[in-house]
Structure formats: structure tokens, C-alpha cells
């Protein structure tokens, strides 16, 4: 009986430790990255790591740590500042999750936890707007114990999608009238939540899912999207932040860039030129700031006051890594997602396909509006998520794992 336990042990506390990890990431982000030393460490005792084999994962992340640790020795070591190493620590999670001997009950448990972590925080929002204000929000609507608004309403887009597949499959949840009661507290949340991203991402994909999920129905499905947006514009937080989005591109054809389309059009014009100039291994990781100071002296682009300082950055997962890294970089990173993209439309598994393929979606279209793959809130669900595939229950933890 003994031996019995602890080889379950071996094969299933990896998956828990995965849950854990999604619970942290909405109610405390600080914490996800000790919930993935977990991980690590219990991935390691359950010996699945003897599975790894050289893959396209494996190949292009190996590519990606190259250049990566390369300039974390020639810019940032001797200031003691890691930030190289930060922004692709979530990588490894594609190849070791790949390998694991997944079914259809585990990967419905890790969606479980990440709706009832988003459920949770939803509840704290409630009782936030009730006056319960152990936080300063500053001005961010009720994002719980979210950090930011900004990856905050990318995870609510996320779980919002889930949820729409949850509503009409029982396989998803343990039935849609709760997963439609927690739709409707996750969409009053995004929509009094000043994240325009997450907004944009889920508005535009749950039309989409719409008209993929009902064919027969595709005018209904249209519909219901428009009237979806027209429910979501009774929010004046929602109507605000969306009338100053327009005024805010209308200042910067003026002549006015201090604003926050403005300097996201600044930086992506920016990391262009960075490019043009570096195009093979990109200006370095991490140096995206002290390039554009650069640019800025050269007069190639506009002077920004020291309040932006901590701002500046590509705005832009892809322009990131083509500016930073160079060809180098980017090549890797377009052929890793997509791959991702290609291999989640071939699932058969109607809720494999249906999540990898939002997933990615999500992700793509979202990293067009910030840099979310150095965003662990959005970078690690996206691994994690993207890396799972079934047909491997057979497989078994080695009973002499050390």
C-alpha cells in the first residue's frame, strides 16, 4: 500500500502543484513563481523529466535562453540586474508540461482552479465596491487582489471565454447555471475595470467563438456579439476609458504623444528603427530603454519628460523581441507559436481544441497591445495551456525515479 501511495503521489502532485500555480496567479501573483518551484520540484521527484526528448519546444526555447543568457552576461550581470532571465523564466514550463502523462479530468481540474481563483477574486470586486477597502485600487476598479488592471482584464477575458464553452458543455464545469452566474460576475468585473485590452481581446474573440460554436445560428451569434458590446457600453467606466482611447490617438496626430496610446504608437515606432539599425541580435535584452534614450538624443524620436521613465518599453510581445533580440529572437518565438496555433486547430477533443485555440488567440492578439510575454499572468497560463495534449495515459511515473 505504501509503494502504491507514493508512486501516485509521484504521478499526480505535479498536476496539483500545476493547480496551485493557477490559483496564485489571479489572487496572488507574487506568490505563481514559488507554486512553479513547486512544480519544478515535484516534476523532477515524479521522474517525468526522463520523458524529455529534443522537440521543436525544447529547440526554439533553447534558442530563445541563448541569446537571452548571452546578453544577461554582456549588459546586465555586472549590475546585478537579471532582467534578461526574468522575462523567459515562464518557458520552461512548454516542454516539461508537453511530456506529462495528461488526461481529459486533469486538464479539467487546472481550468477548474483558474475559474474559481478569477470567482474568488470576483467576490472580493463585490465586496471592494461595497465599501470594503483594505487597498488603495488607485482608480483601477474592482480588480480584487489583482495587481494590475492591465493583466487583470486579460485573465477575465480569458476566463470569460472558458466560461462561454462551460455554459453549453457540462464537461468543463459541474453545471452551466453556475458557470453562467460566474460569467455574469466575471463580465460585470471587466466591464468596471479600467483594462481596455482585456475589453478589446474579449469582445472581439467571443464574437468569434460565437460564430465558430453555432454555425447553424451565425446571424443569432452576430447579434447576440453586438448586443453583448451594447450591454458592456452601459459601463461608464468602460465608455470612458474607450471615448479617451479615441481622443488620445487624436492628440497624437496633433502633435501630443504624453498619453497612453500616444507612447504605446511612440514606443512601437521606436522599436522599428531598433530593428532597422540591429536587425540580426537586436539591441540586447533588456536595453529597449537605453535605446531609445539614444534614438531620442540622435532626434530619431521625441524627448519623453523623467515621469514616463518607468514606462518606456515596446509595448508589443513581437516588437520586443525583434527589437531586442533581432531576427535572432523573433524567428524562434514566430515559429514556437506558431506551431502552438497549428497543432491546437488538429485536436480532436472538442475541449482541447476549444481552449487551445482561444488560448491562443487570446494571447496573440492581446501581445499586440502590451508585451505579455514577459507578463507571467499571461505568459505562464498560455504555457501551460498550450503545452498539454492527451494520449499519453499509458505513460506512468519510472517506480525508481532517483
Known amino acids: ?49 526522463r520523458q524529455l526528448r529534443p522537440n521543436i519546444f525544447v529547440l526554439t526555447i533553447a534558442i530563445i535562453f541563448i541569446i537571452n543568457i548571452y546578453d544577461l552576461f554582456r549588459y546586465h550581470l ?15 514550463f512548454l516542454p516539461l508540461v508537453a511530456v506529462m502523462p495528461w488526461q481529459k479530468k486533469d486538464y479539467v481540474y487546472l481550468l477548474r482552479s483558474f475559474i474559481v ?22 482608480g483601477q476598479g474592482p ?16 476566463g470569460l471565454l472558458l466560461l462561454m464553452f462551460a455554459i453549453t458543455e457540462k464537461t468543463l464545469f459541474w453545471s452551466p447555471r453556475i458557470a453562467l452566474g460566474i460569467f455574469i460576475l466575471l463580465l460585470w468585473q471587466l466591464m ?51 471615448i479617451q482611447a479615441v481622443y488620445d490617438v487624436y492628440l497624437f496626430f496633433n502633435g501630443w504623444v504624453i498619453t497612453s496610446v500616444g507612447l504605446r504608437l511612440v514606443y512601437a515606432h521606436s522599436a522599428i528603427q531598433m530593428f532597422a539599425e540591429h536587425p540580426f541580435f ?60 497549428i497543432r491546437a486547430w488538429r485536436h480532436s477533443d472538442p475541449l482541447l481544441r476549444y481552449v487551445q485555440v482561444v488560448t491562443w488567440l487570446w494571447f496573440v492578439l492581446g501581445s499586440f497591445a502590451d508585451t505579455f510575454i514577459w507578463l507571467e499572468g499571461q505568459a505562464i497560463p498560455f504555457a501551460i495551456l498550450m503545452a498539454v495534449q492527451y494520449g499519453q495515459e499509458k505513460r506512468s511515473a519510472p517506480e525508481n525515479a532517483f
Open 1 to 49: 500500500m505504501g509503494a502504491k501511495t507514493v508512486l501516485w503521489c509521484r504521478e499526480k502532485v505535479p498536476f496539483m502543484a500545476l493547480w496551485l500555480v493557477f490559483l496564485t496567479i489571479p489572487l496572488a501573483i507574487s506568490l505563481t513563481k514559488y507554486a512553479a518551484i513547486i512544480f519544478l520540484i515535484t516534476f523532477l521527484w515524479s521522474g517525468y523529466w
Open 282 to 341: 537586436g539591441v540586447g535584452a533588456g536595453q529597449f530603454r537605453t535605446s531609445y534614450y539614444d534614438l531620442a538624443r540622435r532626434g530619431l524620436e521625441p524627448k519623453l519628460p523623467p515621469v514616463v521613465d518607468s514606462m518606456i518599453g515596446p509595448n508589443n510581445s513581437f516588437l520586443a523581441y525583434l527589437s531586442e533580440l533581432g531576427l535572432f529572437g523573433f524567428i524562434p518565438l514566430v515559429i514556437l507559436i506558431g506551431y502552438l496555433g
Open 192 to 242: 468596471f475595470t479600467i483594462g481596455r485590452t482585456g475589453q478589446a481581446v474579449y469582445f472581439i474573440l467571443a464574437l468569434l467563438v460565437l460564430l465558430w460554436m453555432f454555425p447553424r445560428y451565425r446571424v443569432a451569434g452576430t447579434v447576440a456579439g453586438f448586443v453583448l458590446a451594447g450591454i458592456a457600453l452601459l459601463s461608464p467606466v468602460l465608455r470612458s476609458r474607450w
Open 143 to 158: 480588480i480584487g487582489l489583482a495587481q494590475t488592471h492591465i493583466t487583470f482584464s486579460m485573465m477575465l477575458a480569458s
Open 78 to 92: 555586472a549590475a546585478n540586474d537579471y532582467e534578461p532571465v526574468r522575462h523567459i523564466w515562464y518557458l520552461w
Open 117 to 138: 481563483a478569477l470567482t474568488t477574486n470576483g467576490l472580493i470586486g463585490i465586496l471592494q465596491v461595497l465599501g470594503w477597502h483594505f487597498r488603495d485600487l488607485l
